[in-house]
Protein backbone atom coordinates (compact mmCIF):
# COMPACT_ATOMS: atom_id res chain seq x y z
CA UNK A 1 0.00 0.00 0.00
CA UNK A 2 1.41 3.03 -1.25
CA UNK A 3 -0.99 5.73 0.55
CA UNK A 4 0.93 8.12 3.12
CA UNK A 5 -2.52 9.85 4.68
CA UNK A 6 -6.05 8.93 4.03
CA UNK A 7 -8.20 11.48 2.66
CA UNK A 8 -10.09 11.59 5.92
CA UNK A 9 -6.50 12.39 7.87
CA UNK A 10 -5.73 15.02 4.87
CA UNK A 11 -9.15 16.82 5.72
CA UNK A 12 -8.59 16.31 9.45
CA UNK A 13 -4.80 17.72 8.78
CA UNK A 14 -6.60 21.12 6.73
CA UNK A 15 -8.96 21.65 9.13
CA UNK A 16 -6.55 21.49 12.56
CA UNK A 17 -4.28 24.28 10.08
CA UNK A 18 -7.41 26.37 9.56
CA UNK A 19 -7.87 26.08 12.91
CA UNK A 20 -4.72 27.59 13.77
CA UNK A 21 -4.27 30.01 11.00
CA UNK A 22 -7.30 31.65 10.10
CA UNK A 23 -7.79 33.13 13.70
CA UNK A 24 -4.16 33.57 13.82
CA UNK A 25 -3.77 35.57 10.76
CA UNK A 26 -7.53 37.50 11.58
CA UNK A 27 -5.58 38.76 15.12
CA UNK A 28 -2.37 39.27 13.89
CA UNK A 29 -4.40 42.06 11.52
CA UNK A 30 -6.60 43.01 14.35
CA UNK A 31 -3.74 44.06 16.79
CA UNK A 32 -1.34 45.44 13.92
CA UNK A 33 -4.55 47.80 14.13
CA UNK A 34 -5.00 48.56 17.19
CA UNK A 35 -0.94 49.54 18.26
CA UNK A 36 -0.76 50.68 14.89
CA UNK A 37 -2.53 54.37 15.56
CA UNK A 38 -6.09 55.38 14.93
CA UNK A 39 -7.73 56.24 11.80
CA UNK A 40 -10.07 58.91 13.92
CA UNK A 41 -6.86 60.46 15.35
CA UNK A 42 -6.66 64.44 14.41
CA UNK A 43 -4.00 63.88 12.20
CA UNK A 44 -5.65 61.33 9.53
CA UNK A 45 -9.00 63.30 10.47
CA UNK A 46 -7.19 66.68 8.94
CA UNK A 47 -6.22 64.64 5.90
CA UNK A 48 -7.63 65.28 2.43
CA UNK A 49 -9.42 62.48 1.47
CA UNK A 50 -9.71 61.27 -2.12
CA UNK A 51 -12.65 60.40 -4.19
CA UNK A 52 -11.84 56.68 -4.11
CA UNK A 53 -11.64 56.73 0.06
CA UNK A 54 -14.63 54.45 1.06
CA UNK A 55 -16.46 54.89 3.89
CA UNK A 56 -14.29 53.95 6.89
CA UNK A 57 -16.22 51.19 8.14
CA UNK A 58 -15.48 48.91 4.60
CA UNK A 59 -11.97 48.96 5.92
CA UNK A 60 -12.54 46.77 8.78
CA UNK A 61 -15.04 44.70 7.33
CA UNK A 62 -12.82 44.24 3.99
CA UNK A 63 -9.18 43.64 5.90
CA UNK A 64 -11.46 40.95 8.24
CA UNK A 65 -12.50 38.81 5.29
CA UNK A 66 -9.10 39.04 3.43
CA UNK A 67 -7.04 38.47 6.30
CA UNK A 68 -9.36 35.41 6.82
CA UNK A 69 -8.89 34.28 3.48
CA UNK A 70 -5.08 34.60 3.43
CA UNK A 71 -5.27 32.17 6.65
CA UNK A 72 -6.96 29.34 4.64
CA UNK A 73 -4.49 30.03 2.05
CA UNK A 74 -1.60 29.22 4.40
CA UNK A 75 -3.66 26.46 5.84
CA UNK A 76 -3.76 24.99 2.87
CA UNK A 77 -0.12 25.19 2.13
CA UNK A 78 0.63 24.27 5.62
CA UNK A 79 -1.56 20.66 5.06
CA UNK A 80 0.50 20.57 2.17
CA UNK A 81 2.60 17.59 3.57
CA UNK A 82 5.29 16.75 1.38
CA UNK A 83 4.57 19.10 -1.64
CA UNK A 84 7.84 20.88 -3.12
CA UNK A 85 8.03 24.51 -2.38
CA UNK A 86 6.34 23.87 0.71
CA UNK A 87 8.66 25.62 3.24
CA UNK A 88 9.47 28.18 0.94
CA UNK A 89 6.22 29.33 0.52
CA UNK A 90 5.21 29.11 4.38
CA UNK A 91 8.65 30.94 5.06
CA UNK A 92 7.84 33.90 2.43
CA UNK A 93 4.13 34.16 3.52
CA UNK A 94 5.10 34.87 7.11
CA UNK A 95 7.64 37.68 5.84
CA UNK A 96 5.10 39.33 3.34
CA UNK A 97 2.56 39.19 6.51
CA UNK A 98 5.51 41.02 8.42
CA UNK A 99 6.15 43.70 6.33
CA UNK A 100 2.00 43.60 5.75
CA UNK A 101 1.49 44.41 9.58
CA UNK A 102 3.88 47.38 9.65
CA UNK A 103 1.67 49.63 7.33
CA UNK A 104 -0.70 50.16 10.05
CA UNK A 105 2.08 51.53 12.35
CA UNK A 106 4.35 53.48 9.93
CA UNK A 107 0.68 55.21 7.88
CA UNK A 108 -1.14 56.34 11.26
CA UNK A 109 1.24 55.97 14.16
CA UNK A 110 4.11 57.27 12.34
CA UNK A 111 2.09 59.77 9.88
CA UNK A 112 4.63 58.47 7.50
CA UNK A 113 2.51 58.64 4.16
CA UNK A 114 5.71 58.58 1.79
CA UNK A 115 7.09 55.46 3.44
CA UNK A 116 3.70 53.57 3.68
CA UNK A 117 3.59 54.35 0.02
CA UNK A 118 7.20 52.75 -0.49
CA UNK A 119 6.26 49.98 2.01
CA UNK A 120 3.07 48.98 0.62
CA UNK A 121 5.09 48.69 -3.16
CA UNK A 122 7.05 46.14 -1.25
CA UNK A 123 4.01 44.54 0.02
CA UNK A 124 2.35 43.86 -3.78
CA UNK A 125 5.30 43.12 -4.89
CA UNK A 126 6.02 39.96 -2.39
CA UNK A 127 2.65 39.58 -2.21
CA UNK A 128 2.88 38.57 -6.21
CA UNK A 129 5.49 36.46 -5.18
CA UNK A 130 3.57 34.67 -2.70
CA UNK A 131 0.50 33.88 -4.80
CA UNK A 132 3.14 32.20 -7.00
CA UNK A 133 4.30 29.97 -4.69
CA UNK A 134 1.22 29.28 -3.22
CA UNK A 135 0.06 28.49 -6.35
CA UNK A 136 2.45 26.08 -7.17
CA UNK A 137 1.58 23.95 -3.86
CA UNK A 138 -2.25 24.12 -3.80
CA UNK A 139 -3.87 25.88 -6.90
CA UNK A 140 -6.71 27.17 -4.09
CA UNK A 141 -4.23 28.93 -2.00
CA UNK A 142 -2.63 31.38 -4.98
CA UNK A 143 -6.38 31.72 -6.45
CA UNK A 144 -7.26 32.57 -2.54
CA UNK A 145 -4.36 35.81 -2.71
CA UNK A 146 -6.12 37.43 -5.95
CA UNK A 147 -8.78 39.13 -3.90
CA UNK A 148 -6.03 40.33 -1.38
CA UNK A 149 -3.58 41.68 -4.10
CA UNK A 150 -6.32 43.47 -5.31
CA UNK A 151 -7.05 45.19 -2.44
CA UNK A 152 -3.16 45.91 -1.69
CA UNK A 153 -3.07 47.69 -5.35
CA UNK A 154 -6.45 49.60 -4.21
CA UNK A 155 -4.46 50.51 -1.06
CA UNK A 156 -1.43 51.19 -2.87
CA UNK A 157 -3.39 54.12 -4.88
CA UNK A 158 -5.43 55.35 -2.22
CA UNK A 159 -2.10 55.93 -0.44
CA UNK A 160 -0.50 57.62 -3.15
CA UNK A 161 -3.60 60.16 -3.28
CA UNK A 162 -3.07 60.88 0.13
CA UNK A 163 0.34 61.97 -0.38
CA UNK A 164 -0.61 63.87 -3.34
CA UNK A 165 -3.42 65.58 -1.97
CA UNK A 166 -1.34 65.98 1.71
CA UNK A 167 2.18 67.42 0.33
CA UNK A 168 3.55 68.15 3.78
CA UNK A 169 1.16 66.03 5.78
CA UNK A 170 4.07 62.45 5.61
CA UNK A 171 6.04 62.75 8.95
CA UNK A 172 4.17 65.36 10.47
CA UNK A 173 4.09 65.10 14.34
CA UNK A 174 0.70 66.36 16.06
CA UNK A 175 1.80 69.16 18.48
CA UNK A 176 -0.97 67.77 21.06
CA UNK A 177 -2.32 71.50 20.76
CA UNK A 178 -6.00 71.58 20.32
CA UNK A 179 -8.49 74.48 19.33
CA UNK A 180 -11.90 73.92 20.84
CA UNK A 181 -14.16 76.30 19.23
CA UNK A 182 -17.77 76.56 21.15
CA UNK A 183 -21.07 78.43 19.33
Known amino acids: ???IASPGQ????LIRWSLLCVPGVVLLGFLSGQMGGN???????????PGLFPPPATFGIVWTILYAMLGFALALVCAAWGARGRTVAIVAFLVHLAIN???TPLFFGAHEIEAALYLLVAIVLTGIGVAVLFWRVRKLAGWLMIPYLTWVCFATVLNYQFLELN???SGEVP??????IEF
Open 167 to 169: PGA
Open 10 to 13: LRAS
Open 101 to 103: LTW
Open 1 to 3: MNV
Open 175 to 180: SGAAQR
Open 39 to 49: ANSAWFEGLTK
